[in-house]
């Protein structure tokens, strides 16, 4: 199984350099590829994160012009697509990861159906609760969750031609 880990930024530097020192702690984290995608940050330059995310598995992706949030996952979803990577975890910017995070996704995604949510709050606004400390979300945001390609060729061919956010055919699962 390879693993692609996605790590979409855009400023907010003294979060990124917690996120990449968290991401670095992981063990086995020499067994995934990790794309930076840089929506114009306007706080720092290729150079620093060529410096922060300095690993021979990690490649920076530079856009030329600001894509904001969505059409940057989108992106993201299509480099995905064109990859030999079989699974993708998109890691957010701000994500403060437990060293053991990338042997969960290689222990338990082939257990899952295809989706596995690595991330659950109480604090989340848009949630029902289910039993005990299990909650379920109204509405799927992107980060924090490891997908299989299926769920975004989904999402690819549901897509509307001039629309920022994709629509997703849950019927398709």
């Known amino acids: 199984m390879r693993v692609m880990v996605s790590v979409p930024v855009y400023n907010r530097k003294e979060y990124l350099e917690i996120t990449a020192r968290s991401l670095y702690e992981c063990s086995n984290i ?72 990338i042997d969960y996704i290689f222990n338990n995604f082939q257990r899952s159906d295809g989706f596995l ?12 609760i289910l039993m005990g400390s299990l909650y379920t979300k109204r509405m799927l945001d992107l980060r924090e969750y490891v997908y299989q390609k299926i769920f975004f060729k989904s999402l690819s061919q549901n897509r509307k031609k001039d629309q920022d956010l994709w629509i997703l055919n849950c019927q398709s699962f």
């Open 30 to 101: 020499d067994k995934v590829i990790i794309k930076v995608f840089n929506d114009c940050s306007s706080e720092f330059n290729d150079n620093y994160l060529r410096q922060l995310f300095n690993k021979p598995n990690t490649e920076i992706i530079n856009r030329v012009k600001n894509l904001k949030a969505d059409r940057n996952a989108y992106q993201m979803m299509l480099d995905f697509l064109d990859s030999d990577n079989d699974v993708l975890f998109i890691c957010d910017s701000d994500l403060l990861l437990r060293p053991d995070t």
């Open 117 to 128: 949510g690595l991330y659950n709050s109480e604090l989340h606004r848009e949630i029902y």
